[in-house]
């Protein structure tokens, strides 16, 4: 399934990582301390949407199922040399986007690695890690590249070692892969590299509950929390986005019931939890969608990058799907709660016939009419 969002987690030592990935994944600390230091643990997120909830009111399925987002939990290696053996390439070679979870929360009882708290320092170090990774891997790629040149000359070699080359010289410059505009072709042979420097990058800053709750609308907050942080330069980059959160206070809210959990995060200032923030903002840095199937058996959401075409979407569901693929059948979300009921939008005629081609829309509900 190429719609599953795969997120690593990365940071420097008792940054948060851990904290997040529970309230991520509702993992509980038991099932983590089953697993050794320096193994990767995979949890899975389920994405909160308003809009399942309300089909799922309308509907009353046997089975409510949430997009997901898969997140890798690791330990930081370098836990006392700074950011060196931050990175593991081979644990986040798979991901779709990096979170880096980035420590701004004062606590004199958990020392920094660093020696002090300096989020803007930590960011570009493990920028620099990054970076540096990358290099090593171009590096290599370009002596074979040069290698197999030499044997025999071919254009599609000959392309791969410019853009190669061209990547090289954005590294030496300290320029992570994110920020050049490669197109089409160059950038699916960037993909099958998995630069790490590459890869979307989510800066999760992990704040002191008092800079969390220090009033205002949260976009305001992550504001100022980046520029106090000496972020903002940094968040200016392509392919770079940045979300506040207290992951400690926040996981503890998260393990309240419904009602006080809410009480509690409006005290915060904030209306909506640590994980439907930081999933919103996975979700906007990738440009995925979410697209729906309903009926009585299940109503279910599934998550595709924005200009998905219809076929596409249908492979998400089961390739048979994709490749006996007639019509797909769709309805805005909005007409659907507009009139309250399928059949007085197919009254109206607003449950429309779509093709192959057809470009998948956030927020629409689709019924895939294939031949098997
Ligand atoms: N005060 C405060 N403490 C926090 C916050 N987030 C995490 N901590 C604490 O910091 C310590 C380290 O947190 P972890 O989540 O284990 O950090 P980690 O990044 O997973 O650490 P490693 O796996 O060792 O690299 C724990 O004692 C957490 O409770 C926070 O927002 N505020
Ligand atoms: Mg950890």
């Known amino acids: 399934m190429q719609g599953l969002l795969r997120a690593a987690l990365i940071g420097f030592a008792s940054s948060g990582k851990t904290t997040l990935f529970q309230l991520m994944t509702s993992a509980r600390e038991t099932a983590r301390a089953a697993h050794g230091k320096g193994e990767a643990v995979i949890g899975i997120s389920k994405v909160p ?9 309308m509907y009353n399925p046997k089975k409510r199922v949430p997009a997901t987002v898969e997140f ?38 958990i020392p920094h690695a660093s020696g002090s708290i300096d989020p803007a320092r930590d960011a570009q170090a493990m ?4 970076i540096l990774a990358d290099l090593g891997v171009a590096e290599r790629r370009l002596e074979r590249l040069e290698r197999d040149l030499k044997k025999g000359r071919s254009p599609e070699l000959e392309r791969e070692r410019d853009v190669v ?24 042979r960037l993909r099958g590299f998995q630069f790490l420097s590459a890869k979307p990058l989510l800066i999760v800053i992990n704040l002191d509950e008092t800079q969390l709750s220090a009033g205002g609308e949260a976009a305001t907050r992550i504001d100022r929390a980046s520029e106090a942080a000496g972020l903002t330069s940094f968040l200016s980059r392509a392919g770079t986005a940045a979300v506040a959160v207290c992951a400690k206070i926040e996981l503890e809210i998260a393990q309240l019931e419904a009602a006080d959990a809410s009480a509690f995060l409006a005290d915060l200032g904030l209306k909506e939890s640590g994980l439907d923030r930081v999933i919103r903002a996975s979700y906007d840095l990738l440009g995925y969608i979410s697209f729906f199937t309903v009926g009585e058996d299940e109503c279910r959401a599934w998550s595709i990058p924005r200009h998905t075409t219809a076929q596409l979407a249908a492979s998400e569901i089961h390739s048979d799907i994709a490749r006996g693929f007639i019509r797909a059948e769709v309805v805005s979300y909005d007409h659907l ?24 829309q956030d927020g629409d509900i689709i019924n895939f009419r294939f031949a098997t």
């Open 49 to 57: 949407d308003a809009r399942l909830d309300r089909l799922t009111a």
């Open 72 to 109: 890798t939990d690791l330990a930081a290696a370098g836990a006392s040399g700074g950011a060196q053996g931050l990175v593991d390439v081979a644990a986040y070679k798979n991901a779709d986007a990096l979170v880096h979870v980035l420590r701004a929360f004062h606590d004199p009882a």
């Open 127 to 130: 920028e620099d890690e990054l």
């Open 165 to 188: 080359t061209i990547c090289k010289a954005a590294l030496e410059e300290g320029r992570p892969l994110r920020s050049l505009e490669l197109k089409g072709e160059d950038l699916k």
């Open 337 to 360: 709660m507009a009139r309250g009921a399928m059949a007085a939008c197919r009254d109206h005629g607003e449950v429309r016939l779509e093709g192959k081609e057809y470009v998948v």
